[in-house]
């Protein structure tokens, strides 16, 4: 607005030449260039329709230009047109679009990287308002006075917008830089002892120093080939990460279940039923006890529900062999 004034001041010494055609006042304007002419404002506005008047308002604002100021305008121009009433008036609107964000996230992406950031972090802006251009306007953008602080992960910059229509803008950001990572994490929830399949799985993108002693648990699956094939020791709840520690070999031997006992010497085998007293994988060792007897005896596990007793083994008390199968070796 003061633009216009200024203008309408500058233009005093001007001589006034009425046009052969009365002027009429437009209705609204939608400015497509920085500056307000005379034409702007007026139709038939006659020799000085090409004026200058001054700025117009910036992209996505609009200039309210009212009765008094136009009567000014149209004696100053010679402009042959005169208020019809105090309430004439005339706005001018000037569009504009708004700076992508992501152009900004990855104005500020790259400076970081040069300023030592991991190349995958993730940029917190808080109170960000994008700054608005002109509609054919095509911003450059820089990043000026980058200060970064990587123990913290925090950052301060100066955002520059250059474009071919306007002065420099500058608008200064500040923020958080959180480094991220890709992990596998359960697709749905998941119960205890499940043994983990492929189709369990979906990759995350996660905050990496999220990752640190989950829990007080250690370290978390990264990759899907650490966790396929293991038994949960715990539930496991959709989209959080897998701590290590609760994973092992599937239990193919469970506490209480009645197992198959062999004990193979020279030139026999012998098999008898037991009942588990503690849960196993493969491979595992566990204790058996012999139903009849009550003894007790350390037994390898070697597939579901069937173990392995060593001959040098010995039983925590005598195991009785009724009900026994003997093979001949």
């Known amino acids: 607005m003061r633009a216009l004034y200024v203008m309408v001041l500058l233009a005093g010494s001007l001589p006034i030449t009425l046009a052969g055609q009365a002027a009429s006042l437009r209705s609204a304007v939608t ?32 200039l309210v230009v009212e009765a008094a ?36 996230l990855a104005a500020l992406r790259t400076a970081l ?35 970064y602080d990587s123990a913290g992960e925090r950052f301060a910059a100066t955002l520059s917008i250059a474009t071919t229509d306007m002065p420099v803008m500058r608008m200064r950001l500040a923020g958080r830089a959180q480094e991220m990572t890709e992990i596998a994490v359960p697709a749905q929830r998941l119960a205890a002892g499940r043994v983990i399949a492929a189709s369990d799985l979906q990759v995350a993108r996660v905050r990496a120093a999220s990752l640190t002693g989950i829990a007080g648990r250690g370290e978390v699956v990264r990759d899907a080939s650490q966790a396929i094939g293991l038994a949960l020791h715990r539930m496991a709840q959709a989209g ?6 609760e994973l092992g070999p599937p239990m193919v031997v469970q506490k209480g279940a009645r197992v198959t006992m062999r004990l193979q010497t020279a030139g026999l085998l012998l098999s008898t039923i037991g009942i588990a007293t503690e849960s196993g994988a493969m491979g595992q060792r566990i204790s058996v006890m012999n139903p009849i007897s009550r003894a007790l005896v350390d037994a390898e596990i070697l ?13 925590h008390a005598e195991p009785s062999f009724v009900n026994t199968q003997v093979t001949l070796r």
Do not use: C, K, T, Y
Request: aromatic share 4%; hydrophobic share 45%.
């Open 303 to 315: 597939g579901p529900d069937l173990v392995r007793v060593s001959p040098n083994s010995a039983p």
């Open 113 to 147: 990287s040069s300023a030592g950031a991991p190349a995958a972090v993730d940029i917190d802006l808080p109170g960000f308002e994008s700054p608005v251009v002109s509609l054919e306007a095509q911003p450059r953008l820089s990043i000026e006075q980058l200060e």
């Open 240 to 245: 959080q990460p897998l701590p290590l520690a």
């Open 31 to 62: 400015l497509e260039h920085p500056m307000v002419r005379v034409a702007d404002l007026f139709d038939d506005a006659g020799p000085a329709a090409s004026r200058v008047l001054g700025a117009g308002p910036q992209p996505g604002a609009r």
């Open 69 to 104: 100021q136009l009567s000014a305008i149209a004696r100053q121009f010679g402009v042959d047109w005169r208020a019809a009433s105090p309430a004439d008036r005339i706005v001018i609107d000037r569009p504009g679009h708004l700076v992508a964000r992501d152009d900004v």
